[in-house]
C-alpha cells in the first residue's frame, strides 16, 4: 500500500529514490532535519515505522530494542523513520538485505550522525553494496517553484542553451527567498514571518543537538560560533580567523574559544548538517599558479546565516554587503542541489595570485562550468573580465562559463564572449 501524500511537492531526489530501490536492498537518506526527508520517503515507502523520541513512538522503539526483527516485518519498501535511535538497526537491516537477492527493501532516515560512543560500537559494518546512503538538502528555487527552469546546467554542458526572455526578480523578493531559505513547512509563510522558523530550527539544535553524543558542550560558545560563521559566510576563513572574530564580539574570557574546541564544534555542527562546505578545485585545471585548498564556508541553507544574526528581509536589504555575501549563499545551495542530480560535484577556485571564482561544477567526466555570482547587473562586467582571465590561466578551459545575477532579466549568452548570463530564478538541473 502506497504512503503517498496528498499534495507533496516532488524534490530532484525522488529520480535518485527509485532508482536505487532498484540497485540497493536498502537506501539512507541523510540530511538536515525539517528538509524533508520524511516526507519524501513516504512517497515511496508501502509501510513505516517511527522511532523519534515522541512519547507516541515509546512502544515501537521499546520493540526495537529489544529484538530489532520485530519492526523489520512490514510490506517493502519499509520505512524506517529515524533509525539511529536503536542503532543496531543498520546491522539488522544489511543481515536483511544478505537474506536474499531483493531489491528496495527498507528506506532508513537519519538527521544526524553525533552519536554517543556505545552507540557508535553498535554499527559494526559500513552497508556498503548493501545500504547505499543519499545525501539530501532543503528545497532549490526550482523545487519550490521559484525558479522557471528556462535555463539548465545540462544544457550549459551540452552547448544547447538557447537565449530566452524570463520576468526580472525584485530585490524584496530575493531577500525574502535567502531568508526563508528551503524548508518545505516554510515555503507558504507570509513574507513577514519567513525569518521566524529559520531561527526556532537553531534554537532547537542548541537546545537539545549539540549534546547528543553525551559531551556537554557550551551553549554560549557554540552560539557564538555559529554566529561567527555566519558572519564569514561565503568566505575562506581557517579556524583561527574564527577564533579572532568571536575575540573581537566579546571581552568574556570564559567564553573564548580554543583550537580543539573550535574543530569539536565544528565537527559537530558538520554530523548535526548544519555545514555544508565547499571545497577548492584544483585537480584538473594545473594552473600556472599554486592553487588554494581551503574550503568556502557554507550553512546547508542561507536561512540558518540569517537566523543566526537575526536578519529579516528588511535588514537584508538595508546591508547590501551581507545581502552579496548570502545571495552567493542561496546560488551554491542550489548550484549543489543541481550538479550532484548530474552525478557532478561542487567547488570554487582561487589561487596564489589572488584570481578567484565563485562556483566551479564538474561532472563526472571531467568536464566542468566556471560561474561567477553577482547580486546586481551592475557587476556584470567585471564578472566577465574575471571570468575570460580565469580560462586563459588554466592549462584545462571551461566547457561553459556563466554569469548567475540576482537582479538581471532574460537567459543570454553573450556574442562577444560566449559567456552565459541569468538569473538564479531561471535555473534548474
Known amino acids: 500500500m502506497s504512503l503517498k501524500r496528498t499534495g507533496y511537492q516532488e524534490r530532484l ?6 532508482e536505487d530501490l532498484k540497485l540497493f536492498g536498502a537506501i539512507s537518506i541523510e540530511g538536515p532535519k525539517w528538509c524533508g526527508k520524511t516526507w519524501t520517503s513516504l512517497n515511496h515507502a508501502n509501510s513505516v515505522v517511527y522511532l523519534d523520541d515522541s512519547t507516541e513512538n515509546f512502544d515501537k522503539r521499546e520493540k526495537a530494542k529489544m529484538d530489532v526483527s520485530l519492526i523489520l516485518n512490514e510490506e517493502t519498501p519499509e520505512l524506517i523513520d529515524e533509525w539511529g535511535e536503536v542503532p543496531e538497526i543498520w ?8 537474506e536474499d537477492t531483493k531489491k528496495g ?35 532549490s528555487l526550482y523545487e519550490s517553484n521559484d525558479s522557471t527552469g528556462e535555463a539548465s546546467l545540462q544544457a550549459l554542458f551540452e552547448g544547447t542553451q538557447k537565449n530566452k526572455p524570463t520576468q526580472k526578480t525584485s530585490i524584496e523578493k530575493l ?51 555559529i554566529k561567527s560563521l555566519a558572519r564569514n559566510e561565503s568566505t575562506v576563513v581557517s579556524n583561527v580567523t574564527l577564533i579572532s572574530d568571536i575575540e573581537d564580539y566579546t571581552t568574556d574570557k570564559n567564553y573564548q574559544l580554543s ?59 538595508n546591508d547590501i554587503k551581507t545581502f552579496r555575501l548570502f545571495f552567493e549563499a542561496l546560488v ?11 552525478e557532478g560535484k561542487l567547488y570554487h577556485y582561487r589561487d596564489s595570485n589572488g584570481l578567484e571564482v565563485d562556483a ?25 573580465q574575471n571570468l575570460l582571465k580565469f ?31 541569468l538569473p538564479i530564478t531561471a535555473l534548474k538541473p
Open 332 to 342: 551554491e545551495r542550489d548550484l549543489r542541489i543541481y550538479i550532484e542530480y548530474l
Open 105 to 139: 527493501k527498507y528506506i532508513l532516515t537519519e538527521l544526524t550522525t553525533l552519536r554517543k560512543s556505545e552507540d557508535e560500537e553498535k554499527i559494526h559494518h559500513s552497508g556498503a553494496g548493501r545500504i547505499n546512503r543519499i545525501k539530501m538538502y532543503s528545497m
Open 391 to 421: 580560462s586563459k590561466e588554466v592549462k584545462k578551459e571551461p566547457t561553459f562559463m556563466c554569469i548567475i545575477c540576482g537582479l538581471w532579466k532574460d537567459v543570454v549568452r553573450d556574442p562577444e564572449t560566449g559567456i552565459y548570463i
Open 91 to 98: 546491522d539488522a537491516v544489511r543481515h536483511k538485505c544478505d
Open 259 to 317: 583550537r580543539n574546541t573550535i574543530a569539536d564544534y565544528l565537527r559537530v555542527l558538520q554530523k548535526l548538517n548544519l555545514l555544508e562546505n565547499q571545497e577548492a578545485y584544483s585537480l584538473n585545471l594545473r594552473s600556472k599558479s599554486v592553487v588554494g585548498k581551503s574550503q568556502k564556508r557554507h550553512f546547508t541553507d542561507p536561512s540558518l546565516a540569517c537566523a543566526a544574526l537575526d536578519i529579516n528581509p528588511e535588514k537584508l536589504m
Open 175 to 225: 531577500a525574502v527567498l535567502i531568508v526563508r531559505g528551503g524548508w518545505p513547512e516554510n515555503k507558504d509563510t507570509e513574507d513577514n514571518l519567513v525569518y521566524r522558523m529559520p531561527k526556532s530550527y537553531l534554537k532547537a539544535v542548541l537546545d537539545f543537538d549539540i549534546d547528543k553524543d553525551g559531551i556537554k558542550r557550551d551553549r554560549m560558545k557554540m552560539e557564538m560560533l
Open 13 to 18: 531526489i525522488d529520480k535518485w529514490i527509485d
Open 360 to 384: 566551479i561544477v564538474e561532472l563526472p567526466s571531467g568536464e566542468y562550468g566556471a560561474i561567477e555570482i553577482k547580486l546586481g547587473s551592475n557587476e556584470i562586467e567585471s564578472a566577465k
